[in-house]
């Protein structure tokens, strides 16, 4: 089930008048005028720590690090 706050592009971009400077954002990152890591910093620096987590979660960027580190072992063994 997918979190109700988080987006997926086509959906941003099927919503273009209330996504405005989400939009332009993306188009300019797309065009080179803006640096993508340049861009993750700010964001993440203007983000509350909950917005973060929360974005994390929606984006299942989320997981616990024994059980990844488990997991390549064993995709690199094979």
């Not at 065009?31 to 993750?40: A, E, F, N, S």
């Not at 909950?50 to 616990?64: G, I, K, R, S, T």
Request: proline residues 1%; aromatic residues 8%; negative net charge.
């Amino acid at each position: 089930m997918s979190h109700p706050l988080c987006y997926t592009r086509r959906m941003i971009k099927t919503d273009m008048k209330t996504r405005e400077y989400t939009n332009l954002l993306l188009e300019r990152i797309e065009d080179g005028l803006y640096d993508k890591d340049q861009v993750i910093m700010a964001c993440v620096k203007y983000m509350s720590e909950e917005a973060v987590q929360d974005m994390m979660h929606c984006n299942e960027m989320l997981f616990d690090e024994e059980e990844f580190a488990e997991d390549l072992d064993d995709a690199l063994e094979n």
